[in-house]
């Protein structure tokens, strides 16, 4: 009889949004008169349609799929150079990082790449987590088999190490002791789900130690469009030595409204070599020419033009909007007496639960009686336990509405 992969096995209940998700279906059921009341923050998934340059983009690229003269069937599965050279130069050049056309590798997003590009490490690689932390990355090296036992108690992992994010440390990770020997350490900034940020000296702090320490850094900067503070780096190859340890996973979802459209990429440097010399960009470049026949070209014709001056307008205009709700909903949960941290430079608002409540017991304190969607921060990890995370993607009468109503409780 066949057996199924004992480490998906491993996985403690379901991924987190689901679990959010299940939970608000369940409520809907139970109370179908309060369903249609429901103010949805949790998920990071944005509310704006596309842009009228992206809707043009993705129309013209339809029309030449749809003559035998401009068809094109398989995508080059490492992307079309029309875009990865606009991304070399717009995202990269244009911020004095030098990362060229074929170290970038385009994809259907940020969550598979982030999920995936632990497939080119050795198995017993050690792994470096923030906590609390996207979900993605611990548990799909939980499926690959490299985290050891799960602790229900603490929800840790034995071979996993954390690197706890708190309010006494400002939210900001330390680095590891050397002595744990990592190999892997993913870093996310702006922060996904505390909103924290760091400046180029730490950051450069991280390049340092993983270039002494033979470790790789993932920096995933899915969130770098909300920068508004000029002292952040928007890219970790802005500082020095990154080409030699830092892979880094971007995405189209929230600078552009791609959540449903799909497109992200992942630069690997020709640099970054393991310790007998395997490039790494070569390995990437060889799973994904393996696993996927890349991101449809309507798709990547729509990337393009984000990075036209009236596409950057376009979407210029919707990330200011969701700033300006990140605005509303930290502020006026402040006024509320509520600590609030995150929110300025990053579209998460990340709380603290009042009265000592835990994250879920709050998460259903607002479902029940105000119909305010949140996502746990314990559901991030333990450290996230107590907090609580809202987007800053919904609709503006959402993000008014829910501030009203959570001051009103
Ligand atoms: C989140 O809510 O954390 C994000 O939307 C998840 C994602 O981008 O996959």
Request: proline share 6%; glycine share 10%; with cysteine.
């Given at each position: ?49 596309l ?5 043009a983009a ?14 094109r ?8 150079d029309?875009l ?46 923030c ?41 900001a ?8 020997d990592i190999?892997l ?15 180029k ?52 979802s ?26 790494m ?8 020419g393996?696993?996927f026949n ?18 950057a ?14 605005r ?28 000592g409540m ?32 809202l ?19």
């Amino acid at each position: 009889m066949f057996k199924a992969n004992a480490n998906y096995l491993k996985l403690p209940g379901s991924y987190l949004f689901s679990t959010v998700a299940s939970k608000i279906s369940q409520y809907c059921e139970e109370n179908p008169e309060k369903a249609g009341r429901i103010v949805r923050l949790g998920i990071g998934d944005v509310t704006q349609p596309l842009a009228p340059s992206i809707v043009a983009a993705l129309h013209g690229a339809v029309d030449e799929m749809a003559s035998a003269e401009t068809f094109r069937g398989y995508a080059p599965d490492l992307g079309y150079d029309f875009l990865r050279e606009t991304i070399a130069k717009c995202d990269f050049a244009a911020r004095g990082a030098a990362i060229s056309p074929d170290e970038v590798f385009v994809s259907d997003g940020a969550k598979s790449d982030s999920a995936n590009i632990q497939e080119i490490f050795s198995e017993d690689a050690r792994v470096a987590v923030c906590d609390p932390v996207y979900p993605v990355y611990v548990d799909s090296n939980v499926m690959a088999g490299r985290t050891g036992v799960y602790d229900e108690a603490t929800g840790l992992w034995s071979n996993v190490s954390y690197m706890p994010c708190t309010r006494e440390n400002g939210f900001a990770p330390e680095l590891p002791h050397p002595d744990e020997d990592i190999s892997l350490i993913y870093l996310c900034f702006p922060n996904n789900p505390t909103g924290a940020v760091i400046d180029k000296p730490r950051l450069q702090a991280w390049v340092d130690y993983a270039n002494e320490h033979g470790a790789v850094i993932v920096y995933d900067a899915a969130y770098e469009a909300y920068i508004t503070d000029p002292a952040l780096p928007h890219s970790i190859y802005e500082c020095d030595g990154a080409r030699t340890c830092a892979i880094e996973i971007r995405s189209f979802s929230k600078n552009a409204g791609f959540t449903g459209t799909r497109l992200g990429y992942t630069v690997v440097p020709h640099d970054l070599k393991d310790a007998d010399g395997v490039s790494m960009r070569d390995l990437w470049a060889r799973r994904h020419g393996t696993k996927f026949n890349g991101a449809p070209y309507i798709v990547q014709r729509a990337g393009e033009v984000v990075y036209s001056e009236q596409g950057a307008r376009e979407t210029g205009e919707q990330i200011a909007f969701y700033r300006e709700n990140a605005r509303i909903i930290l502020e006026g949960l402040r006024e509320a007496g509520f600590d609030v941290f995150g929110g300025v430079n990053a579209p998460y608002i990340w709380l603290k639960a009042p009265n000592g409540m835990t994250s879920w017991d709050f998460f259903d304190m607002l479902l029940n009686q105000v119909q305010v969607v949140g996502t746990p921060g314990s559901g991030f990890g333990p450290s996230g336990e107590g907090y609580f995370r809202l987007t800053a993607f919904g609709s503006r009468e959402d993000a008014l509405e829910a501030v009203s109503r959570i001051k009103a409780l």
